[in-house]
Every structure is written in C-alpha cells, then in structure tokens.
C-alpha cells in the first residue's frame, strides 16, 4: 500500500472520524475528472501554464486525502509537461494516470473500510 500514506490517514481519521473522509474521496473523484478535462482542454489550446496549473491541483487534492502515489505523479506530470510542452504524450500519461486513480482510490476505500469503527 505504497499508494497511500496510512500514517496521515490514521491521523486524520483519528480526528475526524472516517466519513468526512469518506466524503473527501467522493468529492476527489469527481474533482480529479473535472481538473483532468480542463487540462485536456488546456493543452489541446496549447496553453502549458494553464494545463500545468490543473495537474498542480490534482496534486493538491491527491495530497489532501492521503493518495501519495497520485500526488507524486500529477507533480511528475505537471513538470514533465511544463519542460516538454507540445511533445508531451498527453493521452497516454492520462490513460495511465486515470489507471492509478482507479487501483488508488479502491486502495484507500478498502484501507478506510479497515479500520476500526472508533477511529
């Protein structure tokens, strides 16, 4: 479970309990679908900073609910498509991305399913 940062989870769900954290992963998906499409469309105008600028916010929500593995890659990401500009593989890099959301967002839910009921 690499993916996720069990340690910020516990702790937050130790405070919060699990769900406004359930919740949180919701509003990620939707969100990450969201900054996704506009980044598409972004780059597809060929306006870099603004693509780059909706990566930098998946990395952003990745961050906020402990999907690491996704935070380091939208962050990768955003980098790489910065320096490259025009070259950047854009639908392959999302196909990919999209991929590790699935398999993150499963990881976590089934993590946050886990845990005990008075976290």
């Given at each position: 479970m690499d993916n996720i940062n069990k340690k910020y989870i516990d702790e937050t769900v130790g405070i919060t309990g699990p769900d406004p954290?359930?919740?949180?992963?919701?509003?990620?998906?939707t969100q990450v679908n969201e900054y996704i499409g506009n980044?598409?469309?972004?780059?597809?105008?060929?306006?870099?900073?603004?693509?780059?600028?909706?990566?930098?916010?998946?990395?952003?929500a990745a961050?906020?609910?402990?999907?690491?593995?996704?935070?380091?890659?939208?962050k990768k990401m955003e980098l790489e498509l910065l320096k490259i500009r025009g070259q950047y593989g854009f639908d392959a890099e999302i196909a990919?991305?999209?991929?590790?959301?699935?398999?993150?967002?499963?990881?976590?839910?089934q993590y946050l399913k886990s845990l005990p009921v008075s976290a």
């Amino acid at each position: 479970m690499d993916n996720i940062n069990k340690k910020y989870i516990d702790e937050t769900v130790g405070i919060t309990g699990p769900d406004p954290f359930i919740a949180a992963l919701r509003l990620f998906r939707t969100q990450v679908n969201e900054y996704i499409g506009n980044c598409r469309d972004y780059f597809e105008k060929g306006e870099y900073e603004d693509a780059g600028k909706e990566l930098h916010k998946i990395k952003g929500a990745a961050s906020s609910i402990g999907l690491s593995r996704l935070a380091d890659n939208a962050k990768k990401m955003e980098l790489e498509l910065l320096k490259i500009r025009g070259q950047y593989g854009f639908d392959a890099e999302i196909a990919v991305f999209n991929e590790m959301v699935s398999e993150d967002e499963a990881t976590l839910g089934q993590y946050l399913k886990s845990l005990p009921v008075s976290a």
